[in-house]
Structure formats: C-alpha cells, structure tokens
C-alpha cells in the first residue's frame, strides 16, 4: 500500500469553477502535511503547509482530518493560471524526516 | 538570494558513462534529498541525507551514489549499474520538523 494516495484525475474545470482534492495517508505516525504545485517541466513548488486547525491563503483552504487520516485543497474562483498538478507531501519524523508524495492531481481551468 | 541551484539544466550521456549531478543550497538546511520523476509519474526518492557525512537509501537507490561531505552539497552520481537513468531529477532541502523546497531540477537523457 502507498503511504500517500491521490486521485490523479485530470480535473478539468471552468474558471471562477471550485474544485476539491483530497489526498489520504496512510501511517497514522505522519507528522507534517503539505501540498505543492507543479507546472510542466518544472520543479514542485510549495503552495501551503496544512494545519490541524485547518487554513486559509487567498482562494485556497487547506484541512486536515487525523482521523479519517486524509488532507484535502480547496480552490475557490478557479483561475487559468491555476492549471498545474497538484502534489500532497506528508512529512514523517519517526522515518529520518522522510517526505512522501502523492502521485499528483492534474488540473486544467478552462475559459 | 537564498535558494537551491542544480546543474546543469539539460545533461546528455552515452549509456555506460557514470554522471554526477550537481546540487547547492545556501538555506543552511540540515536535510538534503535527491528525488526522480519520471513523465506522468510521482516522485520517487533516491537517497537522503540529515547531516554532513550520513545518507541513507531511498526507494530506488540501486544505481546511483552520493556523498555529503558539506552541509551545502549533496551530489548524486548516476552510474552506469541505473538500468533506466533518463529521468527529471529532483533535489530538495528542509529545515528540522519543516517544510521541503526544490531545486529547479536535471534533465538527464541517457542514450
């Protein structure tokens, strides 16, 4: 079984459109949640770290549920700059400070 | 202008020649990693280091070497035992208990 598990769609919305994804874990130890943007042919980029609490950048809400042990992105008023994949990270201590990523979910906003 | 810098952009080898990538980062991050992305795929992780002159294997370490003998750089070496070595590879740095950050990346073509 995968640590990290992502639908890999493709997501394909029109603007303003909101669009969820959701990524689960599978290690209960997992310590640290994050996700990250990937443009074609370019290095992941950090969107947001995701809290306990839950939180909030702009359009994008980012949550976590430890018990059902997935994170979801929330993006709201979808822009065409938007379009990229999306990557789930969790982070796990009791591994060396490990990372495990998602496969990545692609999403394309359409005009 | 602190960041991650790999070089270079694009390497291309004749099969059988040993390749070092280059990785530098000046984020004074203790962990160093070295990922591979294969088109349409999730990343995969190679090797991994917490602190100066200790590594451990990834998942797919089989192929490939590095060395950590400063804080700052961590290069991985594709020898010619990687049985597929044409990849997008990937290297990163975190801060303790922190998030990831990626270096722009090396096409590596192998023919």
């Known amino acids: 079984r995968k640590e990290v598990e992502q639908d890999p769609g493709p997501f394909n919305v029109p603007e303003g459109a909101t669009v969820a994804f959701n990524c689960t874990y599978s290690?209960?130890?997992?310590?640290?949640f994050f996700w990250y943007r990937q443009d074609c042919r370019k290095e992941p980029k950090l969107l947001m770290s995701v809290y306990s609490s839950g939180n909030e950048d702009g359009r994008f809400t980012a949550q976590l549920n430890r018990a059902s042990q997935y994170i979801s992105l929330l993006i709201r008023d979808s822009k065409l700059s938007d379009s990229a994949t999306y990557l789930c990270?969790?982070?796990?201590?009791?591994?060396?400070?490990?990372?495990?990523f998602g496969t990545g979910t692609s999403l394309t906003v359409i005009p | 202008d602190g960041g991650i810098t790999q070089s270079p952009k694009y390497l291309f080898r004749k099969e059988g020649q040993n390749v070092t990538l280059s990785c530098e980062q000046n984020l004074n991050h203790d962990a160093m990693y070295w990922y591979r992305q294969d088109p349409g795929q999730g990343l995969r992780l190679i090797y991994y280091s917490q602190i100066v002159n200790d590594f451990q294997k990834g998942d797919i370490a089989e192929g490939y070497s590095v060395s950590r003998e400063k804080k700052e750089s961590f290069p991985l070496t594709v020898t010619s035992a990687q049985k597929n070595p044409t990849a997008f590879y990937l290297c990163?740095?975190?801060?303790?208990?922190?998030?990831?950050?990626f270096g722009p990346g090396t096409r590596l073509t192998v023919t």
């Open positions: 290690n209960s130890a997992s310590q640290s």
């Open positions: 990270a969790v982070k796990m201590i009791n591994t060396g400070n490990q990372f495990y």
């Open positions: 990163a740095s975190s801060a303790y208990r922190a998030e990831q950050y």
